[in-house]
């Protein structure tokens, strides 16, 4: 029984992500936040590229095309992005160094148009690297599973020993040749991507549920994560990086390395010079609000929403607006969105838009079964500084 | 732009190129103060800073503007640029009032 079979025997619904059919939801998007947020989400994620970049070119030839700096230390991991030459973002990355290979973990474009895009720049840009670097696409032979979760650590250590306690953030290992373990996620959870054969993605898979049933642990889909990650304020390539916005708009400038040349450095560059005028905020109401509604100060329009939701985690609105530069303050209450006619109180706050409560974990101290003892601040921050 | 949200961006637009000053010149991120997101991460991913920073970034704020941070809010103070101008604009404020 393969890992697909297994996850379409739990019920699960597909969809799209960055154009490769992914599961997006088990039972329902209550239910799986909840172990996303409290306990431990399971997920398989058949839309994040993966591939390995090595040869004696790898390094030369990725510095020429990646925006983030190229000095990972070995086992380690960058989150960055790839640029199209008009400086927008095609791709949310993970670059991992692992032993002078390069591990690139993609969300945004299926693997065979990521390879091209890769084979195509290395060729143009670094013709002399390009001709020693190899790319394997490692989703031919490899599935990537995810643990999310305040406990995630607990399951993971319980299965592969204590010493993955101490496991830093975007840092990674082999357990096996074959095997990566990737501590990452973007659901501002204690996060575990699990990198394995095919053959042991189904076996792993049920074991996970097996040993994380005391843990209440649940499988989840894409649209938890997806959710998640707008909560906690992590980019989406299916939502805002989808708008044909710039990092400089999107506020993921401290992905791009200040001082070199990359794919897309020059259009941003023009693009300082001519001067920013709009960024991102994050916006909360009590009302209902959606993608595309006009954001005002009194009369004056200043921006429009670009992805709204009802929170799961808060039960109030969370959105990302994109507001002209004056405006785009975090801690303003006096702002409205026009929705379906109507006028929608709004305030502008600091993101993320919930205290996660891995943030009040600690692995050396707490466990899933006493977890009552620890003293999680509220899931919704108080606001300061109005 | 209506005079009172003109004063009250301006007093925060202050409070963070002060903020930026602190991240740039005492805990050297190597970005310029344009490039410093105001939502961005500064421990972990995001601008990087480690336990070290953390406790510079504390002193130097507090010495900045005048405050002292209660420990049970850094935690969340201290996850954004924008978080931690909440946090110093709330303590200001606190202190005018007392």
Redesign the interface.
Known sequence: MTLASRLHALGAVWGLSGGVATPRRFTSIEAEMAAIRGSIGLSALPHVACLRVEGDGAYDALDRVCPAPMHVRNGTMRHTLLLDEDGIPLVDLYLCNDDDAYLLLAEGLPSVTLIAYLEERFAALAPDAAASVSIRDLGETHALLSLDGPFAWELLAALEGPELVGFPYLSFYHPSPERTYLRAGKTGEFGYHLLVPHAEAGPLWDRLLDAGRPFEIAPVGFDAIDHAMLESWFFSNDHEGALGLSPIELGLQWRLAADKDFVGSEALRARRAAGVTERIAAITSDGPIAAGDPLLSGDEPIGTVLRAARSVTRGDHVAIGLLDVDHAHSGIDSYTALHAGAVVPVRTVSAPFVNNRSLAVNPQRHAFARRAEIAFPPLRPAPRGR | ??PA?HA??AR??EVIARVKKILVESLYV???P???????ALF????GLDSVDALELVVATESTFGVTFPED?L???L??V??L??????LQ?EKAAA
């Open positions: 732009m209506n949200l009250r961006i925060r637009k190597p970005l310029p344009d490039a410093i997101d105001l939502d961005v972990g991913s995001g601008l809010v935690r969340h103070g996850r954004t924008n978080s101008v909440d946090l110093v604009v709330a404020d």
